[in-house]
């Protein structure tokens, strides 16, 4: 299994952006999905998944009622989109698959197998 994240970039404080993960190998719509992201020196947070079929989402507070998760099985690959972006975003975003179909305690790293490579969200102010 193989992910491959793309559409970080940098923007300014109230724009947005739509981060991509496709996923290779596998059969994708069996697994939920997620995205993380990490700072230096911090260790990686959680942002937002979604389960397996699409119906069950999870968020962060921090980012509730800005971003949202979506997927699309039929392209083996999962959407992050984020509005309102503040520079408290700012950060390298992971996508990862996890372990089973819906996502229990999606806020723990170990529910994961599989991590996409980052890519890099900037929002200056």
């Known amino acids: 299994v193989q992910l491959q994240a793309s559409g970080g970039g940098t923007v300014q404080a109230g724009g947005s952006l739509r981060l991509s993960c496709a996923a290779s190998?596998?059969?994708?719509?069996?697994?939920?999905m997620a995205w993380f992201r990490q700072t230096p020196g911090k260790e990686r947070e959680f942002v937002a998944a979604v389960s397996g079929g699409g119906s069950i989402t999870d968020y962060a507070d921090s980012v509730k009622g800005r971003f949202t998760i979506s997927r699309d099985n039929a392209k083996n690959t999962v959407y992050l989109q984020m509005n309102s972006l503040k520079p408290e975003d700012t950060a390298v975003y992971y996508c990862?698959?996890?372990?089973?179909?819906?996502?229990?305690?999606?806020?723990?790293?170990?529910?994961?197998?599989?991590w996409g490579q980052g890519t890099q969200v900037t929002v200056s102010s």
């Open positions: 990862a698959r996890n372990k089973n179909f819906v996502n229990y305690a999606p806020y723990r790293t170990d529910k994961y197998d599989y």
């Open positions: 190998g596998g059969t994708f719509g069996n697994y939920a």
